[in-house]
C-alpha cells in the first residue's frame, strides 16, 4: 500500500463529509505526524480536516491522552461564551470516527486523530512583533480561564513528572555521577550554577503540594505556534496542540511561555552577550494573558509569576544538560555540542531574569486585577 493508500484508508474511518479527495503532510509539528485532508461534495466544494497520527512513544497512555482531549474540548465547547466567539475565537474540535470514537487505532497499533480545519488561520514559529505575543498570551489567558473551575485532578498525566522540577534535579545529579561520556568535567560551571539553585528550583513543586497554589488544568506546550492566529486581523483564534493537557499548575504555563519567547535571542543562541530580557514580548504576552486570566488567579500565584518564568527556564536548561551528559538521548542535536549550547542559554536567560526580576514583578503589578 502507498503512503498516499494508506491515508485514505485511515481518513475512510472517520465521519468526514463528500469524498475522499488529498492528504499531504503540513504545518510545523515535531512531535505528531499531521495531515491537512481535503474532501470535496457533489458540486466539488472542498472541506478540509486536520488528521493527525499520536506520537504514542513519547505519549505512552494514548487513550487516556485522547480521553483528556475529549473532556476538555467539550468542556470548554460549552464554556465558551457568544462574546468570545463573536471576537472569532474557537475551540479544537473532534470529528469522531464512524464508530463514534475519538480516534481510530491502525493494525500497527498507530493512534489517528482528526480535527475541524481552523481555516485562515497560522502557528507562527517566531512573533515578529509584540502584537503576536500579546494575542498569544490572551489566547492561553483565555483557555486557562474557561478551564478554571475543571476538576484538574480528574485528568491523567500524559508524560509523568513532566514539570517535576525535584525529579528533574535527581537526574541531572545522576547524570553527573554516572557521565557515561566524561563530558562533565566541560561543564562544571554550568552544573554548579544549576545545583545552587536547586531550592528554589522545586517552589512551584512544592506550592502545589502544600496546597499554597492550586492544582489547574494545564497545557503545557504554550509555545507561540500552538496558538493560530487570524491570517488578516492577526487575532487569536484557536489553541490547539492538547497532547499535554494534564493537571498542573497556571505558573508553568506561563513560565514556559515567557521562557520560550521573552529572550532576545534564539533558544540556541550562542552570542550570549547579546541575550537580555526582551522587556517589549514580555510585557506583550503578560498584558494578554492577564487581561483574560488575572482575575482567575490567586494572591500568590500572581506573587509566582516572574518566578515561574525563572524556573521554567532553570528546569528546561537542566533537562538540555542532563540530555548532553547522558549522550543526547532525547532531544535531536543538529551540531556538535548542540544540548550544552541550548543549555548555556537557558542559563544565561535565568541569570538576565534573575537580575531584572524587579521590573518583571512591575509589568506584573501594572496588569493585576
Ligand atoms: P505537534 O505536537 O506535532 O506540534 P500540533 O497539534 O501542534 O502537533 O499540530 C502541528 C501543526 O498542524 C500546527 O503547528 C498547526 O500548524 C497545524 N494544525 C494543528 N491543528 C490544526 C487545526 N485544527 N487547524 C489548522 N491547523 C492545525
Ligand atoms: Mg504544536
Ligand atoms: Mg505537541
Not at 482575575?295 to 524556573?311: C, D, G, S, V
Not at 541550548?342 to 496588569?367: G, P
Request: proline letters at 2%; hydrophobic letters at 35%; one cysteine or more.
Amino acid at each position: 500500500m502507498t503512503k498516499e493508500e494508506k491515508l485514505k484508508q485511515v481518513c475512510s474511518q472517520f465521519t468526514f463529509k463528500g469524498i475522499f479527495d488529498e492528504a499531504e503532510p503540513y504545518g510545523d509539528g515535531h512531535i505528531n505526524d499531521t495531515f491537512k485532508v481535503t474532501y470535496v461534495d457533489d458540486d466539488k466544494k472542498p472541506t478540509q480536516y486536520i488528521l493527525q497520527r499520536v506520537n504514542h512513544l513519547v505519549f505512552k497512555n494514548t487513550v487516556g491522552l485522547m480521553e483528556n482531549i475529549e473532556h476538555v474540548t467539550s468542556y470548554l465547547s460549552s464554556r465558551i461564551t457568544k462574546e468570545q466567539q463573536a471576537e472569532g475565537y474557537e475551540i479544537l474540535t473532534l470529528i469522531k470516527t464512524k464508530g463514534d470514537k475519538s480516534y481510530f487505532q491502525d493494525d500497527e497499533g498507530n493512534f489517528w486523530r482528526a480535527y475541524v480545519f481552523v481555516k485562515h488561520a497560522t502557528g507562527h514559529t517566531f512573533a515578529e512583533d509584540a502584537n503576536m505575543l500579546y494575542e498569544a498570551g490572551k489566547a492561553f489567558g483565555q483557555f486557562q480561564h474557561l478551564l478554571s473551575e475543571y476538576p484538574a485532578e480528574s485528568l491523567i498525566e500524559t508524560i509523568e513528572g513532566f514539570h517535576n522540577t525535584i525529579w528533574r534535579f535527581k537526574n541531572l545529579k545522576h547524570a553527573v555521577h554516572e557521565d557515561p561520556l566524561l563530558r562533565a568535567d566541560q561543564c562544571r560551571e554550568e552544573i554548579q550554577f544549576a545545583l545552587s539553585r536547586e531550592e528554589i528550583a522545586s517552589t512551584l513543586v512544592r506550592g502545589l503540594e502544600s496546597g499554597a497554589i492550586p492544582l489547574r488544568v494545564t497545557h503545557n506546550d504554550t509555545k507561540i505556534n500552538n496558538v493560530l492566529l487570524d491570517d488578516t486581523t492577526g487575532k487569536g483564534r484557536c489553541v490547539i496542540d492538547l497532547d499535554t493537557v494534564m493537571p498542573g499548575s497556571a505558573l508553568y504555563d506561563y513560565g514556559d511561555a515567557i521562557r520560550s519567547c521573552g529572550s532576545t535571542i534564539a533558544e540556541d543562541g550562542e552570542n550570549l552577550e547579546d541575550l537580555k530580557v526582551n522587556f517589549e514580548k514580555y510585557e506583550a504576552y503578560t498584558k494578554g494573558f492577564l487581561e483574560a486570566m488575572g482575575r482567575n488567579l490567586t494572591p500568590q500565584e500572581m506573587k509566582w509569576l516572574p518566578l515561574a518564568a525563572i524556573i521554567m527556564t532553570l528546569e528546561c536548561g537542566v533537562r538540555f544538560l542532563t540530555d548532553y551528559l547522558e549522550g543526547d538521548n532525547y532531544f535531536k542535536i543538529h551540531k556538535e555540542n548542540h544540548n550544552l549550547i541550548r543549555a548555556r542559554n537557558q542559563f544565561k536567560f535565568v541569570d538576565e531574569m534573575e537580575k531584572q526580576l524587579d521590573v518583571m514583578t512591575e509589568i506584573i503589578n501594572k496588569y493585576w486585577r
